[in-house]
């Protein structure tokens, strides 16, 4: 098993920041992946941002490349996800997903990823 815990979220301005944090503990491997998906109301979770821990190899949505950047903290498993120039078309729940070994081809794949934090809102404002 595996936890997640995440933190980070709030209230922005447009074109401000912010940044999530997610830590993963218990039965990690040294190849595992940890992405962010949202979700806003009545949408489908989509997939953001997802790193990769062997290699270091970073991932993103097309609507948040430039603009926000996933990174790992000096803690072996912990992830940013630093949000700048946010839009009101960012707010929405941001969900932390983790997987011990996830394929390429499932990076972007919400149902391929075995476990899930329990989401922090994001609220950007007009």
């Known amino acids: 098993q595996v936890q997640l815990t995440e933190s980070g979220g709030g209230l922005v301005q447009t074109g401000g920041s912010l940044r999530l944090s997610c830590s993963a503990s218990?039965?990690?491997?040294?190849?595992?992946?940890m992405g962010w998906f949202r979700q806003s109301p009545g949408k489908e979770r989509e997939f953001v941002a997802a790193?990769?821990?062997?290699?270091?190899?970073?991932y993103y949505a097309d609507s948040v490349k430039g603009r926000f950047t996933i990174s790992r903290g000096n803690a072996e498993n912990t992830v940013f996800l630093q949000m700048n120039s946010l839009k009101p078309e960012d707010t929405a729940v941001y969900y932390c997903?983790?997987?011990?070994?996830?394929?390429?081809?499932?990076?972007?794949?919400?149902?391929?990823?075995?476990?899930w934090g329990q989401g922090t809102q994001v609220t950007v404002s007009s």
């Open positions: 997903a983790f997987d011990n070994s996830l394929i390429l081809s499932s990076i972007r794949v919400r149902e391929d990823y075995d476990y």
């Open positions: 218990g039965r990690t491997s040294s190849s595992f992946t």
């Open positions: 790193l990769r821990r062997r290699g270091g190899y970073t």
